[in-house]
């Protein structure tokens, strides 16, 4: 028997990964969110505190963000009234005076909120988180544009979207684009952050100088593309990639140039970037995932950082 041709070979990974934008979620406003193959409700407390709940209610299946409403520190069931507060714990049956079954709870999850997004930890096997978000410095910082957002939803999954950074040949194809030239790897003492440095010499109208394009990828979801090397000038790209599920994806990007480069470059370098990955859209959307795609010696950094990826998946086994 063939294997079906899908992308369905792997998992959903481990990790942080962005399932709103803190901007879109004040305080007292409900969410839907669908990710890692689940529905979700996210709510802001009250406090300001964001919460992640599984969203089918406990007692007859009511979806909490379809209706339901923030009441204090705890969201209200659309259907009878159950409150669950963050930890997912039922602290409420409204009239009933005999206590509160013990398995009126729903899963909580983890998150942090920082550079302008709320993040999740999902763990197959519901392990506690063992990294950490970066802080990204420049966003927020005065020399740098307020950073500007992207939403891209793609059907694939998305380690198809995190292997595309490590794939030179196909800037040539698919982008019209010459290879970025070879790049230095770093894998950090931790072993979840990958850093990839590429040197160009560019010229520009103040002279020649040495640039950096330096890629970071934390976990599976999260990367940096940053650009630097002529004194005052920088471009950075924050792209997060969530798994919708094992076949679709959710890319949120944030963008943010030094804003002396804002006004003469910014539009193009926003557009360049956003038809840049469209053109990657059609091959991933139609692609299958190869387990043990047959190699060139031109792989090398895609076969390195699918080893490197391993570790963000539960029950893959050995390579
Ligand atoms: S279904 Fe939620 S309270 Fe009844
Ligand atoms: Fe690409």
Known sequence: MTAPQTHLALPIPNGWFAVAWSRDLEEGQVQRVTAFGRELVLFRARSGKPVLLDAYCPHL???LAVGGRVF?????????GWRFDERGRCVEIPRCAKPIPEKARLRSWELVEKDEMIFAWHHAEEKPPDWE??????????DWTAP???DIDIAVHMQELAENNFDPVHFEFVHGMPAPPASDYVFSESGRFVRAESKVVRETPMGSFDTRLVRETFGLGLSTVVSDGIPGVGTMLFVSVTPIDAAHSKMRWLLTVTKNVADQHGEEFMSGIVKGVMDDVPIWENKIHRERPVMSELDKEIADFRRWTRQFYSGLGEA
């Not at 204090?72 to 009878?80: A, D, K, L, W, Y």
């Not at 978000?133 to 005065?142: A, K, L, N, S, Y």
């Open 61 to 63: 299946g009511a979806h």
């Open 72 to 80: 204090g520190e705890s969201i209200r069931c659309p259907f009878h």
């Open 133 to 142: 978000i970066p802080t990204i410095e420049v966003i927020g910082h005065p």
């Open 148 to 150: 500007r957002r992207v």
